[in-house]
């Protein structure tokens, strides 16, 4: 008699490990259809499913992506979608060493009453879809919840939080590891000290829903904002940056908390990954730190590509020259 051993299914705490240690991040390639199909027009690219399609295989399917990249984010339809040799993507990038997630929310409205102020929604029906996710092998998961410094308040960052609390409380129970993105955006001619207190809104409030609804803490995955002045303002030097950015941090941010991964919010590729170096000498981090940069990885392999399939290769190493950068920004000098 022949007995097989189960495969081990790895706990949300495995999973959250794996995303954000050992030197690799993730790749955030979740555009919605309406944001992709614009970069892909102002690329001179006709947006349309298969030039979707074609444009994220490229990404996942680039020599050696998991050697800096441990995770790739998709929305929804490249999850259904194929890869030109009949794999769907999430099975090819289980193939590829690199976890498949999901951008989960439907994205913002103004939140009534609150001028300006948005509430990501997305919670309606999220249970079928997670099921139906995790059927399909997502390892996790994406909510974002957007603030601008100038309509932020108690209340903004308490809705938004108990909606990101909520829907990582579900993920948790199919199984599935919430990112949960609480973004202060950078736009706007706002000073450090506006970030600073606008993040502590946003991260103080979430953490009190977070407890409140039970989620596990170490099983998640914090995608915050770094702390920084507003795009438009006079710059702050990366260590002041990075080490504003702990203080927020280390304030609010328990340690059982296993990883934290950094979105872009469209700092250049040398800003972002200078930050993320400075911050990650810091000794004693109570969490690992690492990256989830959308655009700061990937804008200039868009460019590059034009839709050309010539252009695939050369693509491709831009790609990954990003994710190399990024990733060596977190390997210890
Ligand atoms: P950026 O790094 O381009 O800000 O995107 C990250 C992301 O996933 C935003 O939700």
Same mark, same amino acid.
């Given at each position: 008699?022949?007995?097989?051993?189960? %495969?081990?299914?790895?706990?949300?705490?495995?999973?959250?490990?794996?995303?954000?240690?050992?030197?690799?991040?993730?790749?955030?390639?979740?555009? +919605?259809?309406?944001?992709? +199909?614009?970069?892909?027009?102002?690329?001179?690219?006709?947006?349309?499913?298969?030039?979707?399609?074609?444009?994220?295989?490229?990404?996942?399917?680039?020599?050696?992506?998991?050697? +800096?990249?441990?995770?790739?984010? #998709?929305?929804?339809?490249?999850?259904?979608?194929?890869?030109?040799?009949?794999?769907? #993507?999430?099975?090819?990038?289980?193939?590829?060493?690199?976890?498949?997630?999901?951008?989960?929310?439907?994205?913002?409205?103004?939140?009534?009453?609150?001028?300006?102020?948005?509430?990501?929604?997305?919670?309606?029906?999220?249970?079928?879809?997670?099921? +139906?996710?995790?059927?399909?092998?997502?390892? #996790?998961?994406?909510?974002?919840?957007?603030?601008?410094?100038?309509?932020?308040?108690?209340?903004?960052?308490?809705?938004?939080?108990?909606?990101?609390?909520?829907?990582?409380?579900?993920?948790?129970q199919y199984g599935i590891v919430p990112i949960v993105?609480?973004?202060?955006?950078?736009?706007?001619?706002?000073?450090?000290?506006?970030?600073?207190?606008?993040?502590?809104?946003?991260?103080? %409030?979430?953490?009190?829903?977070?407890?409140?609804?039970?989620?596990?803490?170490?099983?998640?995955?914090?995608?915050?904002? #770094?702390?920084?002045?507003?795009? %438009?303002?006079?710059?702050?030097?990366?260590?002041?940056?990075?080490?504003?950015?702990?203080?927020?941090?280390?304030?609010?941010?328990?340690?059982?908390?296993?990883?934290?991964?950094?979105?872009?919010?469209?700092?250049?590729?040398?800003?972002?990954?200078?930050?993320?170096?400075?911050?990650?000498?810091?000794?004693?981090?109570?969490?690992?730190?690492?990256?989830?940069?959308?655009?700061?990885?990937?804008?200039?392999?868009? =460019?590059?590509?034009?839709?050309?399939?010539?252009?695939?290769?050369?693509? =491709?190493?831009?790609?990954?020259?990003?994710?190399?950068?990024?990733?060596?920004?977190?390997?210890?000098?």
């Amino acid at each position: 008699m022949t007995t097989t051993i189960p %495969a081990h299914v790895p706990t949300l705490a495995e999973t959250a490990q794996r995303m954000t240690r050992g030197g690799r991040g993730v790749l955030a390639a979740d555009e +919605s259809i309406k944001t992709m +199909s614009a970069r892909l027009e102002q690329e001179g690219i006709a947006a349309s499913p298969t030039a979707r399609r074609d444009y994220r295989e490229l990404l996942l399917t680039a020599d050696g992506l998991a050697d +800096s990249v441990s995770g790739i984010i #998709f929305a929804d339809e490249t999850f259904g979608q194929q890869l030109t040799d009949g794999r769907g #993507f999430p099975e090819a990038a289980h193939e590829l060493g690199v976890l498949p997630g999901i951008k989960v929310d439907t994205g913002t409205s103004p939140l009534a009453g609150h001028d300006g102020a948005l509430i990501t929604e997305g919670l309606d029906g999220l249970g079928a879809r997670l099921a +139906s996710y995790a059927e399909r092998k997502a390892a #996790f998961a994406k909510w974002r919840a957007v603030f601008d410094i100038r309509t932020i308040t108690e209340y903004v960052a308490r809705a938004n939080g108990h909606a990101l609390a909520r829907y990582a409380a579900l993920c948790q129970q199919y199984g599935i590891v919430p990112i949960v993105e609480p973004e202060v955006l950078c736009t706007g001619d706002h000073d450090l000290a506006a970030c600073d207190r606008a993040t502590r809104l946003a991260l103080t %409030a979430l953490f009190d829903e977070l407890r409140q609804a039970g989620v596990d803490l170490t099983g998640i995955v914090l995608k915050p904002n #770094f702390v920084t002045p507003g795009l %438009a303002a006079a710059p702050a030097p990366a260590d002041v940056v990075a080490r504003a950015t702990f203080e927020v941090l280390h304030d609010i941010v328990p340690a059982t908390v296993p990883g934290i991964a950094f979105l872009s919010g469209g700092h250049t590729t040398a800003d972002a990954c200078s930050f993320l170096h400075k911050l990650s000498g810091a000794p004693d981090l109570p969490w690992s730190v690492t990256f989830s940069f959308g655009r700061a990885l990937v804008s200039a392999a868009l =460019q590059a590509w034009a839709g050309e399939p010539a252009n695939v290769a050369a693509a =491709q190493q831009k790609l990954l020259a990003n994710c190399h950068e990024a990733a060596n920004a977190i390997r210890r000098r």
